[in-house]
């Protein structure tokens, strides 16, 4: 399983775009990035995911570089309701083992 | 949207009760998983489970802990003799088999449960 590393906690005002990167130097060449986000109380909720470049839906977009060693979720004009934990997983297509790491906390201000 | 369900939202219990927690994954969904949060720590892999056995456990799924599928709809998780440090949040999640890409976890929204 390859290993990510995330920022622990990030703060953001109401209103500006937010970058959380993660990194996974040793992800395999079947790996798929995944991004999950927990509101308190509530379980992970899946926002996004990417092999290479650019994914982007209504929520969320993934960027992916060349080299795949890391990955950034942008979050675009976040709002309060947007505080919660995000996980970054990365998982081989078809594994079962998905496991999470600590999260980024992404606290929103007004 | 098609949900995983879970009960009780919230369970208080002695120390040393049995307590079981029940779970429906989505109806086309094949692979079932149980993971736990203690209260400000990360979510925590127990048990994945398909074709009505354990696929694969963490150290964490010692034999105070058992799952089964009995009905065929229903996915519990059974701990015996529940101890303080059981206190948490348990998530039931599954997986829709075959999506492309990597597999993605549907999560419901928990059972919270209180040792005492």
């Known amino acids: 399983l390859a290993k990510t590393t995330q920022p622990i906690s990030m703060d953001s005002y109401e209103g500006q775009e937010v970058n959380i990167t993660c990194s996974h130097n040793?992800?395999?060449?079947?790996?798929?990035i995944t991004w999950y986000q927990q509101f308190p109380s509530q379980g992970p909720r899946f926002i996004i995911q990417?092999?290479?470049t650019k994914v982007t839906n209504e929520v969320a977009s993934l960027f992916i570089p060349a080299d795949r060693k890391s990955s950034t979720l942008s979050l675009p004009r976040v709002s309060l309701s947007d505080t919660a934990v995000y996980y970054c997983l990365v998982t081989g297509a078809g594994s079962y083992q998905l496991t999470f790491g600590k999260g980024t906390k992404l606290s929103v201000i007004p | 949207e098609p949900e995983v369900t879970q009960t009780p939202s919230h369970q208080v219990t002695q120390m040393g009760q049995e307590v079981i927690l029940r779970c429906v994954p989505i109806?086309?969904?094949?692979?079932f998983y149980w993971y736990r949060q203690i209260l400000g720590q990360k979510v925590e892999f127990l048990v994945s489970?398909?074709?009505?056995?354990?696929?694969?456990k963490s150290e964490i799924f010692d034999d105070q802990f058992s799952v089964e599928r009995p009905d065929g709809s229903n996915f519990t998780l059974k701990i015996r003799s529940t101890k303080l440090e059981d206190s948490a949040m348990y998530f039931c999640?599954?997986?829709?088999?075959?999506?492309?890409?990597?597999?993605?976890?549907?999560f419901g929204a928990g059972s919270r449960l209180t040792v005492l």
């Open positions: 999640a599954s997986i829709q088999i075959g999506y492309s890409g990597a597999n993605v976890l549907t």
């Open positions: 990417g092999y290479k």
């Open positions: 109806s086309n969904h094949l692979y």
């Open positions: 040793n992800i395999a060449t079947n790996d798929y």
């Open positions: 489970f398909y074709n009505n056995e354990i696929s694969e």
